[in-house]
C-alpha cells in the first residue's frame, strides 16, 4: 500500500480471523489491484469499490 508502512504480507493477512471489510473509492491512493490483493488475502473478507467522492461526501450523505 505505502512504501514503507504497514508492511503486511499475504501471509500475515492469511492469519486474521475477523470479518474485515476492504474498502476503497475507485480513484484512491490504493490501487484497486491492491486492495484486491488485500481482500483476496484475509479468509473472512468483504471488497467495497465505491465512486469517488468529496471529502466528508460519505457522513453527509450515509444513504
Do not use: C, Q
Not at 480513484?27 to 468529496?54: C, G, K, M, N
Amino acid at each position: 500500500m505505502h512504501s514503507a508502512e504497514p508492511a503486511l504480507t499475504p501471509e500475515m493477512l492469511a492469519e486474521l480471523a475477523v470479518r474485515t471489510l476492504v474498502m476503497i473509492d475507485d480513484d484512491d491512493e490504493v490501487s484497486i489491484e491492491h486492495a484486491t490483493e488485500f481482500y483476496r488475502s484475509v479468509p473472512v473478507a468483504e471488497l467495497s469499490i465505491v465512486p469517488a467522492r468529496p471529502m466528508g461526501y460519505w457522513s453527509r450523505n450515509p444513504s
